[in-house]
Every structure is written in C-alpha cells, then in structure tokens.
C-alpha cells in the first residue's frame, strides 16, 4: 500500500509571507495526488489534483498554487498569505488508471496558521 | 457533475446504541462511493467503499453501508457504539469511468456517551 509523507506537521506564518507545503509518496507510481484543505464545517474542499506530472487542475480560484516537478512529488504553495488561508491541509494519493475506484490514502496533514 | 450531502454536522449516540450517518449524493454518471474516518489531528483512512456488484457493503470495524440508487443515498450504519467509534466521518463520491475527482461531504462527528 501507499505511504504519504506530509511536512510540516505545524506551521504558524505571518500574513503575506511565502508558503511551501511538500508531499511526497511511497509505494506506487503515476498517481493521482491531491490537495484538501478542511475548514471547521465545510468538511474537506479539494484545491488541486494533478494526473500526471506537470499536470495541474485547480477546483477554486484562489492565493494558491500547486506543482507536481516529480511523479510522487506534489507541492502547495503560495507567494503571499492571507489570514484565510488557515487550515488543516491533506495531501492524498490514489492509484491512477481509469475508473478503478481505489481509495485514496491520505497524509498526517498540516495545521498552518496565518497570523 | 457530482455532490455529496451530509445531514448532521454532529451525531451522539448511547454507547451499544445504533449508529446511523446519512449521506446522499448527486452524479451524472454511476458513482463510486466511499466513507472515510478520521481521528483528530489525522489523515483519512478508508472504511468501505461501493464499486459495483453488492449494493450492501461492509468495512472495518463492524461498519456497514447501502448503496440505494432509487434514493441516491449511502448511509452509513453500525448497530452497536463503541466508545473507539468517536470520529469524524466523510462520505465521498467518484465518478466511475475514468474522471479522477474525489468530492467529499462536509462531515459528521460522531459522539458516543458512556
């Protein structure tokens, strides 16, 4: 099965500084990777998902930007924080291939806090 | 398209008591169903999903759900608490044939009183 490396686990950062969250995976090859961001009562909104490497879908215009510059590599960004973009962040990976249904694993997450 | 609704951001139920998180959901196309559960501080972990075949599915932890398509529900039943079940759980949809999105409901946490 898959193992999904998240980091930092906590993060406090000032308004308008740089952000760089990395996830990386262990156990598969060409997945499909995704970034979630859960809010206290809106479950969990998915950012960005990328099939391949290079290949970035953005679900929600917003302060961020996401990469994938390896296969198991997927990394979120941001030049500029806002105080909305706290949150608890979760990497997930799932085994490509068309329509299989497999499950997604997930990372530790990352609690960051925007001051 | 594809949605997922929960109802109740906030379940409590007696310990030995029945468990029963609704979720219904809205495709274009025949889903792929699934309920996650995740512990504070934690990732998700998978606790069932619905492919095709048995519309009845079981997962961990004595779990269990339905796939109705008449109803475009999937709800997600235990029949006795355990103190351990305490949780927050999400249902999630995923169209079947190719598309990779994974869309999740908003949650339910489940309280179990001793």
């Known amino acids: 099965s898959q193992t999904i490396h998240q980091w930092p686990a906590t993060l406090v950062q000032p308004v308008g500084s740089p952000l760089s969250l990395e996830c990386t995976v262990e156990?598969?090859?060409?997945?499909?990777l995704y970034w979630y961001r859960q809010a206290a009562g809106r479950g969990l909104q998915l950012l960005f998902y990328?099939?391949?490497?290079?290949?970035i879908s953005s679900e929600v215009p917003q302060n961020l930007s996401a990469s994938r510059p390896q296969d198991r590599q997927f990394i979120l960004s941001s030049k500029k924080l806002l105080l909305s973009d706290s949150g608890f962040y979760l990497c997930?990976?799932?085994?490509?291939?068309?329509?299989?249904?497999?499950?997604?694993?997930f990372g530790s997450g990352t609690q960051l806090s925007v001051l | 398209a594809q949605s997922v609704t929960q109802l109740g951001s906030h379940v409590s139920v007696s310990e030995g008591a029945l468990v029963l998180l609704r979720c219904n959901y809205s495709?274009?196309?025949?889903?792929?169903l699934f309920w996650y559960v995740q512990y504070p501080n934690q990732g998700l972990q998978l606790l069932l999903k619905?492919?095709?075949?048995?519309?009845l599915v079981k997962g961990i932890n004595g779990f269990e759900a339905e796939f109705k398509k008449s109803e475009t529900s999937f709800h997600l039943t235990k029949p006795s608490a355990h103190m351990s079940d305490a949780a927050e759980y999400f249902c999630?949809?995923?169209?079947?044939?190719?598309?990779?999105?994974?869309?999740f409901g908003t949650g339910t946490k489940l309280q179990v009183i001793p």
């Open positions: 997930a990976s799932k085994d490509g291939g068309a329509g299989t249904g497999e499950k997604l694993f």
């Open positions: 990328s099939v391949g490497i290079g290949q």
């Open positions: 156990g598969t090859s060409n997945p499909n």
């Open positions: 619905y492919t095709t075949g048995a519309t």
């Open positions: 999630a949809v995923s169209p079947s044939g190719g598309y990779q999105k994974v869309t």
């Open positions: 495709s274009s196309v025949p889903p792929y």
